[in-house]
């Protein structure tokens, strides 16, 4: 399981690491071409895609992943049932979205969002097949198909913004890259529907995924209620530069963390029933993750404003701010990001359901009063969700595995020591430039953060580096 858990791993880190790369260079060129106002456009339109991208797939992907007994009527029912809700989905998308316009004053919107509706229809054909390829595993299917998809749409969307058409390019981009993506799945995949639906079949499927359907779209809404507030409030140009804090921190999210997304659920599913093998699995989870995230994201807060300059220009100086909350933010996000999983996996969905209304109704609370100190407002009350629903998740999961709290927190103490260590040499050399923001200072800082956080923790903490050495030596067994 463990040799299992690193190589699926790994693929679904190449498959993070292809598609954001790609996405990453575009999101750069992009933020550089298209003014504030056009990018924030497109991030509210994005979060309504978000909203029916996840009705199109009703949990069904769960379901199919956690299913131990899975039958052909079960994949042809989901697939038509996906493709059902896409076709409604996308007759809905274009009769509301001219009152959406109205409603934001915003006369684009309407066009950005009819063009959009073609998301939810080829997000529907590809639920069914893309649930299959993360049940056995193949990452490596998955890592071509998204990175191939996103480096054709990158290309579609660059090229549409150097011919000067604005918010479209990142319509462009978008459904270009799903597109893609969606005809090199069919390619590769194993399994065709038939031309059959079972009632039976369906409601043994959405029985548990209504739960995660729930779940899904509470999150969602609690999770962009913030841009769709803003958006109402002050206008799209300040959505565009609260996108782009999030969106460069979600570049460094992605690198860090979400190559183990797609393997933590089936992962967990099969050892549900042994509590003992997913306190360890909870264990070593934390123990990597610490090691990787806290000086990923602390790092990253020193540098923003170095970063934005050099990456996207002085115009977006607005997200400095916003984008270091978010930076401290994510050390706690992202070292739970798989609690929540982990209580579906251990066959909790319901209790799940309950913790995400939970955050949804605290994070909507909080932003209504931080909206009224604009972006860094929002930023704030974002930050205090992470922290708090931290402590809530591993308080639900402790009571259902049974692990020492004080020694899992403890894995983080000696990654802690050497990020702060880090930390203070990055600021001492930031002085010494005199708060110079050009590439070489930047690039010096880096690698000099980089090199102080390696030599104390090889130090502090050698035998916890030589275990994960010694694991990745083992995937060439």
């Given at each position: 399981m463990k040799r299992t858990a690193l190589l699926t791993g790994l693929w679904s880190i190449g498959e993070s690491w292809g598609v954001r790369i790609v996405s990453a260079?575009?999101?750069?060129?992009?933020?550089?071409?298209?003014?504030?106002?056009?990018?924030?456009?497109?991030?509210?339109?994005?979060?309504?895609?978000?909203?029916?991208?996840?009705l199109c797939d009703q949990g069904i992907t769960t379901a199919l992943i956690q299913r131990e007994n899975l039958e052909e009527g079960h994949k042809d029912s989901a697939f038509w049932a996906n493709f059902a809700v896409g076709v409604?989905?996308?007759?809905?998308?274009?009769?509301?979205?001219?009152?959406?316009?109205?409603?934001?004053?915003?006369?684009?919107?309407?066009?950005?969002?009819?063009?959009?509706?073609?998301?939810?229809?080829?997000?529907?054909?590809?639920?069914?097949?893309?649930?299959?390829?993360?049940r056995e595993l193949r990452n490596r299917a998955l890592a071509l198909r998204q990175t191939a998809g996103s480096l054709v749409g990158g290309l579609v969307g660059v090229g549409m913004a150097f011919a000067g058409m604005g918010v479209f390019a990142l319509v462009g981009q978008g459904l270009v890259t799903q597109a893609i993506a969606v005809v090199i799945l069919w390619k590769i995949a194993d399994w065709r529907p038939r031309f059959a639906f079972s009632r039976r079949h369906f409601m043994d499927l959405f029985g548990f995924s209504f739960n995660v359907l729930a779940t899904d779209i509470i999150g969602i809404i609690g999770a962009h209620a913030d841009r769709l507030l803003l958006g109402y409030f002050f206008g799209a140009a300040d959505v565009g530069y609260y996108s782009v804090?999030?969106?460069?921190?979600?570049?460094?999210?992605?690198?860090?963390?979400?190559?183990?997304?797609?393997?933590?659920?089936?992962?967990?599913?099969r050892i549900k029933n042994d509590k003992a093998r997913v306190a360890r699995g909870l264990r070593t989870a934390q123990s990597t993750l610490t090691m990787i995230v806290i000086p990923a994201f602390v790092g990253l807060a020193v540098i923003t404003p170095s970063l934005l300059w050099v990456g996207l220009g002085e115009r977006w100086d607005p997200s400095i701010l916003p984008a270091q909350i978010f930076a401290f933010a994510s050390i706690a996000s992202w070292l739970g990001f798989y609690f929540g999983h982990v209580i579906t996996a251990l066959g909790h969905p319901v209790v799940r359901l309950g913790v995400v209304f939970a955050r949804s109704l605290t994070h909507v609370a909080l932003i209504l009063v931080g909206v009224r100190y604009g972006i860094a407002g929002l930023a704030l009350a974002d930050a205090a969700t992470q922290i708090i629903f931290y402590g809530v998740e591993l308080t639900v999961l402790r009571r259902m595995v049974q692990f020492s709290v004080p020694s899992y927190l403890g894995e983080a103490l000696k990654p802690g020591l050497a990020t702060a260590a880090m930390?203070?040499?990055?600021?001492?050399?930031?002085?010494?430039?005199?708060?110079?923001?050009?590439?070489?200072?930047?690039?010096t800082e880096v690698v000099l953060g980089m090199a102080v956080y390696g030599a104390v923790l090889l130090a502090f903490a050698r035998m916890r580096v030589r275990q994960l050495v010694d694991l990745a030596w083992q995937l060439k067994g």
């Open positions: 260079v575009v999101f750069l060129l992009l933020a550089r071409l298209i003014e504030p106002a056009a990018i924030g456009l497109a991030a509210l339109a994005q979060v309504y895609l978000v909203v029916v991208q996840t409604i989905l996308m007759a809905l998308t274009i009769l509301f979205a001219g009152p959406l316009a109205d409603l934001y004053g915003e006369p684009r919107l309407a066009s950005v969002l009819r063009w959009y509706s073609l998301a939810p229809l080829l997000a529907s054909m590809s639920v069914v097949q893309a649930a299959l390829a993360r804090a999030q969106r460069l921190i979600s570049i460094v999210a992605d690198f860090v963390g979400n190559g183990t997304y797609g393997t933590v659920l089936p992962l967990f599913s930390a203070a040499a990055v600021v001492y050399l930031e002085r010494y430039y005199g708060g110079d923001r050009s590439l070489l200072p930047l690039a």
